[in-house]
């Protein structure tokens, strides 16, 4: 994700955010109202309405809910992403989720905020610092800038812990696996017009991801890479963006036959899975152009059919007929 130009802020959506939109924006009148609320973000309109911190967070990183008009409610922080050379870290508007006031939960929130501050005292400067310029219109906050710096959480009997008293707050270890999916493995989407016509088309298109910067260490790395980690660290994310780099790079170079580029795994479920978030990469790289009818009949033909389980997948039998019996 390139750094700002302007004096715009950067306004990314978490992936639990753009599926709860597919939810909410059954009709293009409440697409609208959404995109009006993260335009007046992006441009700073940080109003009583568009920037309440939630109680609880005060002290630790705080969170922000915005209201609109349609009793919805958009939760979201300032956060620090690197630029891509991982030279700098700016400030961005990261939303964790749009949904109706009803299904806010505001005691979870301020838990994700005690988690977040596990990150230590420069992160939390870092992300609760305001910069502001003179404008003809009067002072205007802008997104500010630092030297990059990894931060990395706490250990649970660090200086930054959570503590006894934020263990109770937190309680159950199912509580602990969801802050630590929000905090460390949601992956965030620009908002592009791609997304808003991926919503209109009720298409399940995979959007370009803000990488971290291990993740864009691996993508631009031209030769061999072995990538170790745990599961849900982004091993798979960032073999996916590799293999469309490497797609990308053969077809901007004159005179290089297409790449031929092959994924071998045990699985038949996680074969499913790359082929699918593939060619999803290149399905959103032209949804863009769609025009509205288009869009329309896209989102009656994707309604006319479930997505299958996984498990059935896993239990069929040869269900790829694409593949030659030997390479």
Not at 50 to 68: C, D, F, K, S, W
Not at 143 to 157: K, T
Not at 171 to 185: F, P, R, W
Not at 276 to 304: A, C, F, P
Request: with cysteine.
């Amino acid at each position: 994700m390139p750094m700002p130009t302007s004096w715009r802020w950067p306004v990314v959506l978490s992936g639990r955010a753009i599926r709860e939109l597919r939810q909410l924006t059954e009709d293009n009148r409440m697409l609208d109202i959404i995109r009006t609320k993260f335009k007046e973000l992006s441009l700073a309109q940080f109003s009583t309405n568009n920037q309440l911190t939630i109680r609880g967070t005060e002290n630790h990183i705080p969170i922000y809910r915005a209201r609109m008009s349609v009793d919805l409610r958009i939760i979201y922080t300032v956060d620090l992403v690197a630029d891509r050379e991982s030279n700098f870290d700016y400030q961005v508007i990261k939303i964790f989720s749009v949904s109706t006031r009803a299904r806010v939960l505001y005691n979870f929130w301020a838990k994700v905020s005690r988690y977040l501050a596990r990150y230590g005292r420069e992160y939390r400067d870092h992300c609760s610092r305001r910069e502001y310029v003179q404008t003809a219109s009067g002072m205007l906050n802008i997104p500010a800038v630092f030297e990059h710096r990894e931060y990395v959480l706490a250990e649970p009997d660090g200086e930054y812990s959570l503590g006894d008293e934020d263990d109770d707050i937190i309680g159950s270890e199912a509580d602990m696996s969801e802050l630590h999916e929000i905090v460390a493995l949601e992956k965030f989407a620009p908002i592009t017009k791609s997304l808003y016509n991926s919503i209109l088309a009720d298409m399940e298109a995979v959007l370009p991801m803000a990488l971290n910067p291990d993740e864009r260490t691996i993508v631009q790395h031209h030769g061999t890479s072995v990538v170790i980690g745990r599961s849900g660290t982004g091993k798979t994310t960032a073999l996916i963006y590799k293999m469309r780099a490497n797609a990308q790079l053969a077809a901007r170079s004159e005179g290089v036959r297409p790449t031929r580029q092959l994924f071998v795994t045990r699985s038949k479920v996680l074969t499913q899975h790359i082929a699918k978030n593939y060619q999803g990469l290149i399905d959103s790289s032209e949804i863009v152009n769609k025009s509205t009818e288009e869009l329309e009949m896209i989102r009656k033909e994707n309604q006319k059919y479930q997505s299958r389980e996984l498990v059935e997948f896993d239990n069929s039998v040869d269900f790829r007929v694409d593949l030659p019996h030997r390479f």
